[in-house]
T-cell receptor, first 112, second 114 residues
Framework: GQSLEQPSEVTAVEGAIVQINCTYQ??????LSWYQQHDGGAPTFLSY????GLEETGRFSSFLSRSDSYGYLLLQELQMKDSASYFC?????????????FGTGTQLKVEL | KAGVTQTPRYLIKTRGQQVTLSCSPI?????VSWYQQTPGQGLQFLFE???????NKGNFPGRFSGRQFSNSRSEMNVSTLELGDSALYLC?????????????FGPGTRLTVT
């Protein structure tokens, strides 16, 4: 079956660095994405890894190791507005297909 | 550019009824995907439409169906509603071509089945 595991909750202080891990087991793998969702809001795209390694976008970085079926999202210089749920998602179809299997989500709480 | 819009935003239906939800993608986007979000099951893929054809399908019963029009707008229909269909239904649009992976989500339709 398809499964993506993430920690359910992470708490950190403002200004700190936090890492949210994601391990996956899927029938196909064509990339790992990360989405942020604030309470009552829509998921918004953060990052994508199609190949092994680190991708950096401002304060956010994402890493992928396909051999370990593992990735993580790194958030630096945490701000209160980063308090939200974070989802990893695997694209498990070839080509331009957008069938995403989402992880269980990690609720990040940023404290003063 | 305007974002993804979904109508209606909120809906209350009775068990056994049917419902149609609408999604207008970002201009120029040809792919529309639908997801169901519930506290218990999280975000689950329903189906994807690209150029009026269903390109991918999730593991939902046949009561869930969809279609896409020539202007890329999409509708999803749920027939014979069950209490368990209460959820936030999200649509997401993307360019849809090879190598595109970023999806833009709409605000969702909150469906309550009583």
């Amino acid at each position: 079956g398809q499964s993506l595991e993430q920690p359910s909750e992470v708490t950190a202080v403002e200004g700190a660095i936090v890492q949210i891990n994601c391990t996956y087991q899927t029938s196909g793998f064509y990339g790992l994405s990360w989405y942020q969702q604030h309470d009552g809001g829509a998921p918004t795209f953060l990052s994508y890894n199609g190949l092994d390694g680190l991708e950096e976008t401002g304060r956010f970085s994402s890493f992928l190791s396909r051999s370990d079926s593992y990735g993580y999202l790194l958030l630096q210089e945490l701000q209160m507005k980063d308090s939200a749920s974070y989802f990893c998602a695997v694209r498990d179809t070839k080509g331009g297909g957008n069938k995403l299997t989402f992880g269980t989500g990690t609720q990040l709480k940023v404290e003063l | 550019k305007a974002g993804v819009t979904q109508t209606p935003r909120y809906l209350i239906k009775t068990r056994g009824q049917q419902v149609t939800l609408s999604c207008s993608p970002i201009s120029g986007h040809r792919s529309v995907s639908w997801y169901q979000q519930t506290p218990g099951q999280g975000l689950q893929f329903l189906f994807e439409y690209f150029s009026e054809t269903q390109r991918n399908k999730g593991n939902f019963p046949g009561r869930f169906s969809g279609r896409q029009f020539s202007n890329s707008r999409s509708e999803m229909n749920v027939s014979t509603l069950e209490l368990g269909d209460s959820a936030l239904y999200l649509c997401a649009s993307s360019l849809g071509g090879q190598g595109t992976y970023e999806q833009y989500f709409g605000p969702g339709t909150r469906l309550t089945v009583t």
